[in-house]
Structures are given as C-alpha cells and as structure tokens.
C-alpha cells in the first residue's frame, strides 16, 4: 500500500511558476513509476507528465503532455521518497486540480495507476 500526499498549490499569475511536492509512504517508491495528472471543472482528468522508477543500473525516464512540454519538469528523490513537478510559464489553462499518482508500469494512462493522492489546487490568474 502506498500513501500520496501532494502539496505546494496556490494562486498564482500567469507566467508565473509553482513547484508541487509529492510524498509517499512505504519503503518502495524507487520501484514505483511516479505521474501527474490534472483535472479542470467540467473535464476529465488528463496526463501531465510521469517518470519511472530508477534501478540500479540505470536513471528515471521522463515523458511529458504535449501542452506542459517545455514548461513542466518532472523529477524524484527516491531517499525522500518524494516526487516534484516544476511548473514555469504557467498559463490560465494549467488551472486543475493537480493529482499525484503512483504505479507498477510504465504509463501515461490514468486508469493504470493504483494509488492516488488527494490533489492540490493550482489556479493561475490572467
């Protein structure tokens, strides 16, 4: 069982940047492949950016949504057991609900995730 807890949403303007905080309970989130994803009112929830777990023997793979490529940037620390998600040049339409998710694949699919944290508003202004 693996528990999410996202945090560092607020109000911001836009262009301006927010960096969210994901983190996890248990002693295996190296071996998780970490997401976000987001959701407006009155839309489905929708992918933002992933990436996977880190071996050994090899890094974190990162893959982003076509419409945060370039602005958002995805990273872990799996000795905090924490995800990030560096968000700059933010527009009014990165207005959501902000999830973190958590799995045992290698997905930008929301309904291969298994666990899910509670979500965090980030409302960018214009």
């Known amino acids: 069982q693996v528990q999410l807890v996202e945090s560092g949403g607020g109000l911001v303007q836009a262009g301006g940047s927010l960096r969210l905080s994901c983190v996890a309970s248990?002693?295996?989130?190296?071996?998780?492949?970490m997401g976000w994803f987001r959701q407006a009112p009155g839309k489905e929830r929708e992918f933002v950016a992933t990436?996977?777990?880190?071996?050994?023997?090899?890094?974190?793979?990162?893959y982003y949504a076509d419409s945060v490529k370039g602005r958002f940037t995805i990273s872990r620390d799996n000795a905090k057991n924490t995800v990030y998600l560096q968000m700059n040049s933010l527009k009014p339409d990165d207005t959501a609900v902000y999830y973190c998710?958590?799995?045992?694949?290698?997905?930008?699919?929301?309904?291969?995730?298994?666990?899910w944290g509670q979500g965090t508003q980030v409302t960018v202004s214009s």
């Open positions: 998710a958590a799995t045992s694949h290698v997905s930008d699919d929301a309904r291969r995730y298994d666990y």
């Open positions: 990436i996977s777990w880190s071996g050994r023997w090899s890094g974190s793979t990162t």
């Open positions: 248990g002693r295996t989130f190296s071996s998780y492949t």
